[in-house]
T-cell receptor
Framework: AQTVTQSQPEMSVQEAETVTLSCTYD???????LFWYKQPPSRQMILVIR??????QNATENRFSVNFQKAAKSFSLKISDSQLGDAAMYFC??????????FGPGTRLSVLP | EPEVTQTPSHQVTQMGQEVILRCVPI?????FYWYRQILGQKVEFLVS????????KSEIFDDQFSVERPDGSNFTLKIRSTKLEDSAMYFC???????????FGNGTRLTVT
């Protein structure tokens, strides 16, 4: 079965600095999607970034970028120029074409002024 | 480690039928949630539930949907008169308090034919 691991339950970063959130996963599939979701206190799920496994180029979305290492099954999220509004829970997630969808346990990010 | 359990893992139903998706949250958790993910699209918040009543719901959660905690352990999502567009993964989640990380179940894949 597919699994997603986030080894950092909590992280903190100084405002305007850069932080990297780790995610590793396990799958025997060759084609799949990886996601980072942000969950603010409202409990909504906000899609931050999405990566298709067949694409070698790392996805990027404004201040958010990923380091996708397919062979290592690693999918880290880098947040540059951190802002107070970035404080939230961040979930890494995996989905394959068989519709298996798995969330990681989450990392709580605090942004310090 | 305690986990959130969802049954069934896959449900196939005909359009117009009613379905009940079941979830057993972690036993000492008090806050319960339902999310859904249509294949290839983002995860969407449906509803949150606390103290035997809905605390928040999204626009998606219309009169077709209802949630219930019929006993001390189960948390159900009922979808009346299912439509083709209800086909999705449905995730249950629970947390011990309002600010604690969510624990997600493995999801129920609903297919409406």
């Amino acid at each position: 079965a597919q699994t997603v691991t986030q080894s950092q339950p909590e992280m903190s970063v100084q405002e305007a600095e850069t932080v990297t959130l780790s995610c590793t996963y396990d799958t025997s599939e060759s084609d799949y999607y990886l996601f980072w979701y942000k969950q603010p206190p409202s409990r909504q799920m906000i899609l931050v970034i999405r990566q298709e496994a067949y694409k070698q180029q790392n996805a990027t979305e404004n201040r958010f970028s990923v380091n996708f290492q397919k062979a290592a099954k690693s999918f880290s999220l880098k947040i540059s120029d951190s802002q107070l509004g970035d404080a939230a829970m961040y979930f890494c997630a995996y989905q394959d074409y068989g519709q298996n969808f798995v969330f990681g346990p989450g990392t709580r990010l605090s942004v310090l002024p | 480690e305690p986990e959130v359990t969802q049954t069934p893992s896959h449900q196939v139903t005909q359009m117009g039928q009613e379905v009940i998706l079941r979830c057993v949250p972690i036993s000492n958790h008090l806050y319960f949630y339902w999310y859904r993910q249509i294949l290839g699209q983002k995860v969407e918040f449906l509803v949150s539930f606390y103290n035997n009543e809905i605390s928040e719901k999204s626009e998606i959660f219309d009169d077709q949907f209802s949630v219930e905690r019929p006993d001390g352990s189960n948390f159900t999502l009922k979808i009346r008169s299912t439509k083709l567009e209800d086909s999705a993964m449905y995730f249950c989640a629970s947390s011990g308090d309002r600010d604690s990380p969510l624990h997600f179940g493995n999801g129920t894949r609903l297919t409406v034919t």
